[in-house]
């Protein structure tokens, strides 16, 4: 059994997105001083964010995805487990398909270049800031998808032995 649950690990992301919704809100270039910020950026070769020194409108709607983003953990955390389960396990799944399916076609060149030299759409959104919240996101949801199967498997052998100990009473 793992430390903790599912559920718990889900209200800490949720906090945590609340706590960045609040700091797009008020203090945007708090989020861009932080060393993890920085080391992620620098090591994947990722332009840094610009636009967010002082708090503005596209960081205010920022923040209120982020909130809209810990308040829907918030409140899907409420569900029963066996619902809740199902429910998290399919959001880890789409935003891992989100990752394959617009990921770089082979033959395609890596690194940062790239996302300079061209004018496709979403390249304004290719920076250190987002870059490390994804990679985050990913981590997070990877442990909470492997505690959800370890919760899962549990549930199915209490069932199992709920239903072996029915099935032997007269």
Not at 87 to 105: D, E, M
Request: hydrophobic share 45%; charged share 20%.
């Amino acid at each position: 059994m793992a430390r903790l649950s599912a559920s718990s690990i889900i209200n800490g992301n949720a906090i945590f997105h609340l706590t960045l919704a609040y700091f797009f809100l008020r203090a945007p270039q708090t989020i861009l001083g932080q060393n993890l910020v920085f080391l992620l950026g620098e090591a994947m070769e990722m332009p840094r964010a610009n636009g967010f020194d002082a708090p503005s409108a596209p960081s205010a709607l920022v923040a209120l995805l982020f909130a809209l983003l810990g308040v829907n953990d918030l409140v899907a955390t409420s569900l029963p487990l066996e619902v809740g389960s199902y429910y998290w396990g399919n959001q880890a799944f789409l935003l891992t398909a989100y990752a394959y399916f617009f990921k770089q076609s082979r033959g395609e060149s890596v690194g940062h270049d790239r996302l300079k030299t061209t004018d496709e759409t979403g390249n304004g959104v290719a920076n250190n800031v987002v870059f490390t919240w994804a990679f985050l996101e990913m981590v997070v949801w990877f442990w909470i998808y492997a505690t959800l199967r370890d919760e899962r498997r549990e549930l199915a052998q209490r069932v199992t032995q709920k239903r072996n100990a029915e099935e032997e009473k007269p």
